[in-house]
Structures are given as structure tokens and as C-alpha cells.
């Protein structure tokens, strides 16, 4: 890659961040607007968005995000722009049920259970400190889906191939907490889709660019956290069923001509 296209796409991934940034500020204010028409307006609105939420998270990392890696072997700033758009309405999705700061406030359960709320407040900081620690090692160009020099295997990487996400179910699971509820529940189950299928489609990816260099990673680190036994469990199981279901060899059958009685 040339230093001027390189530059080029550079500026496409700010503009997309610019973009963004008002985009899903709007969308937080939006979302706040039915609270002022009472409950069943929020149980509606948090029900139509959250369906959206999974449909378009789907179709941006098992379909745009995916092409755009097998095609260019990178992250251009085309798709770049749809995932960082549904990462920040994930994060703005809480404005449905919860007051705008919620990110810096807690609820009065919370407040009334200590417990509950310092376990929350650790969840948030440890998850912040391993996300910006991660991406601060593996670097912001890396972690924004643009080719690494290596594949990084050091530091929080020995523990688990997805040290940011797994900082980030931290963090949103401390948020879980300090803003208890049933709908808060259905924000986890979101981040795992999400989370989830975003690792799939860089799993294909890491896959191509390092091979067999990174078939040996997975059977060490395990995908998120845990043992990597059972990730190299499942990966064996599926490499012996595709196995199965490939073609044999093309073997030629021989017929022996049938004699007849009056040949005998």
C-alpha cells in the first residue's frame, strides 16, 4: 500500500468517527423521549430497537465486516464506519430505561444495596483499565482491523485472544449492576451477539493472514477466558466434520463383465 492511499484511508476512518459521534448522541436523546410517555412506551421502544439492534449487528459483522476482510485482508473505512456506528448505539442503548449520565451514575437500588454498587463500580473500572490496556498493547491501528506486523501473542494476549471484549462483558456487566433490571439483562445478552460475532469474523480473518501460527495460538489462549481445552475440543470436532463431509478421492470403479451359462 502506497503512503498516499494509506493516508486516504486514515481520513475515512475519522470522518467516520466524526460522523458518529453526533449520530449516536442523537439517538441517546431520541431514546430518552419515552420515558416521558410512561412504561409500556419504553417496553415498546427498548423491544422494536433491541430487534434492530441484533438484525444490524448481524448483518454488519457476519456479512459487511466479513466481506470487507476476505476482499481487502483489512478493515476499510466503508464497513469500518457501520460497526463503530452499532458499537456506539450499543453504548447509547441504556437511555432507553436509564437517565442520560448513566454512565456515571448508579440507581437507588444500587445506592441501597453497597454491595451491589461497589461490585458494580470495580466491574466498570477493572473492564475500563483492560480495555484501554489492551488496545494501548496491541495498538490502535491493530485494533481498529488494519494488518499487524505479527500476530500479538504477549502480555494480556497469553490469557485470552480477546482481551478487549472480554474487559468490555466487565464493564458492561459492572453497568448491569448499577443499573439492575430486567431490560439491563437484555443489554448483556446484546454485547455477547455482538461481541460474539465480531470474533468470528476476525477469527476467519487471523486465520488467513497466520495460518497454522495461529491454529497453535488458539489450542494455548482460550477465546475469551477459561481453559483453551474446550476451544481446541470444538475446533478438532468441526475439522473432522468437515472432513467427513468432504468428496473422496475419485476412485474408478471396475465392472467384471457377467458371464452366462452358455459361456461356462
Known sequence: MNRKTNRRE???????????????????????????????????????????????????????????????????????????????????????????DWAWSQSEISRNIPALGSIGWACVS????????????????????????????????????????????????GYAMLWPSWLALGLLALFAAMAHWMVLGEEEHLRDLYGDEFEQYCRRVPRYLGSAGRSQRIAAHKSVRQKKDAPGPNVTKFVLPRLSLKEV
Open 10 to 100: 486514515v481520513f475515512g476512518h475519522i470522518a467516520g468517527l466524526v460522523i458518529a459521534v453526533p449520530a449516536v448522541t442523537t439517538a441517546a436523546y431520541l431514546w430518552q423521549i419515552p420515558q416521558a410517555w410512561g412504561r409500556w412506551a419504553v417496553l415498546l421502544t427498548y423491544s422494536i430497537s433491541i430487534l434492530l439492534m441484533f438484525a444490524g449487528a448481524w448483518i454488519i459483522f457476519r456479512r459487511i465486516v466479513r466481506r470487507d476482510y476476505k476482499q481487502n485482508g483489512k478493515l476499510t473505512p466503508g464497513p469500518f464506519f457501520p460497526q463503530l456506528l452499532i458499537w456506539g448505539l450499543f453504548f447509547a442503548f441504556p437511555c432507553i430505561y436509564s437517565p442520560i
Open 126 to 173: 477493572i473492564g475500563l483499565v483492560a480495555v484501554a490496556g489492551s488496545m494501548t498493547w496491541l495498538g490502535v491501528s491493530a485494533s481498529f482491523g488494519q494488518k499487524g506486523k505479527k500476530l500479538e501473542r504477549s502480555g494480556p494476549y497469553r490469557l485470552t485472544r480477546n482481551p478487549q471484549l472480554t474487559g468490555g462483558a466487565l464493564l458492561v456487566s
